[in-house]
């Protein structure tokens, strides 16, 4: 028998339902899967950044397609965890108080809808953890090409990085993020995970839906939970251990010069900032050679928005 946050599965049993959290009226549309065989628990969460589509589904086809009778261990998928900031067509953060799932932990029992959803996921989920695997889809005016994050320099760095070279991702970024969905949990619990990337501006493409889905059953197969005709990966993905975040110093209306996935040399323009009425305020230089991995569209950029990553070749 599994029992996870109040509910109780019979081996071999898959169930969808509305997970209840600790937070005020908030229910996750959940599928849990238990395996017949024991073994590890892994947990799936998809938009934790609303508008970041392709992970929600991705996970439903995977939550129909996996079959609990040949699964070793147990999966936890949350098809969507902003739900309202999904239904709202709010961009990224909760909109009942702009926390930031991927940034703002830990949460706290007595705090605001945000700060009580990451301590329910502290407190039920992830005692419960064996991996973490975080689905993402660029920003609405993010631009970018398929990447992961693992957490560097943690306890469960080479574990999650076993996993991420087992994964279709070309891109392997290490991220020294702390108070991120999870990176808090690998840093606090110890729980290997990874942040995958794929898409971009809020569309909903079957390709990168795809590409989310083969990367669970690639996961699942490293895993040793779950086997598929996945076909194997060909390639050596790139690892990057040193990357640039260029932020923007100013308000602006910001003119990459840049794509996504392009080569860039130390010096070149990477792009520039005007004020509204197109008068020059900065331009923005490469401070080594690399290779960008994503970047903002433009236009309207604030002091401190993203503007390009760039990942460094040393
Ligand atoms: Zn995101």
């Known amino acids: 028998m599994w029992h996870i946050s109040g509910e109780t599965l019979a081996p071999g049993e898959k169930k969808q339902l509305l997970l209840k959290t600790s937070a005020p009226n908030y229910e996750l549309p959940a599928t849990l899967l238990c395996g017949t065989t024991p073994g590890k628990t892994l947990v799936v969460t ?3 950044h609303a508008g970041e589509y392709n992970g929600t589904p991705a996970v439903i086809q995977a939550a129909r397609e996996i079959d609990p009778q ?8 949350f098809h969507c965890v902003n739900s309202n900031g999904f239904w709202q067509h709010h961009w990224r953060t909760l909109p009942e108080d702009h926390f930031n799932l991927n940034s703002d932990y830990p949460g706290a029992a007595d705090g605001t809808v945000g700060q009580q959803l990451a301590y329910w996921f502290e407190e039920e989920i992830f005692p419960q953890t064996d ?7 660029g920003s609405v005016n993010e631009v970018l090409s398929p990447c992961l994050f693992y957490p560097a320099n943690a306890d469960v760095t080479e574990e999650s990085l076993a996993a991420a070279r087992a994964l279709d991702v070309p891109y392997l970024i290490a991220s020294m993020a702390t108070s991120g969905e999870y990176s808090y949990a690998a840093r ?12 971009c501006g809020a569309f909903c493409q079957q390709d990168w839906v795809a590409g989310h889905k083969r990367n ?3 996961l699942l197969r490293h895993l040793g939970m779950y086997e598929s005709a996945e076909p194997p990966l060909n ?10 975040y260029l932020e923007s110093d100013a308000k602006g209306l910001w003119y990459p010069a840049v794509q996504e996935n392009e080569p860039v040399k130390k010096g070149q323009l990477l792009g520039r900032l005007e004020d509204i009425f197109g008068h020059p305020l900065r331009e923005f230089y490469a401070e080594g050679d690399g290779r960008t ?8 950029v604030a002091k401190g928005d993203a503007l390009v990553a760039y990942g460094l070749e040393l």
């Open 293 to 300: 991995l994503y970047y903002t569209a433009g236009l309207a």
């Open 70 to 77: 040949k699964l070793t261990g147990n999966i936890l998928f």
């Open 131 to 137: 991996f973490l695997l975080d689905l993402h889809g």
């Open 46 to 48: 998809a938009q934790i």
């Open 188 to 199: 606090t619990y110890r729980i290997p995970g990874l942040l995958l990337e794929r898409g």
């Open 216 to 218: 669970i059953f690639l």
């Open 235 to 244: 390639y050596a993905p790139k690892i990057y251990t040193h990357t640039l």
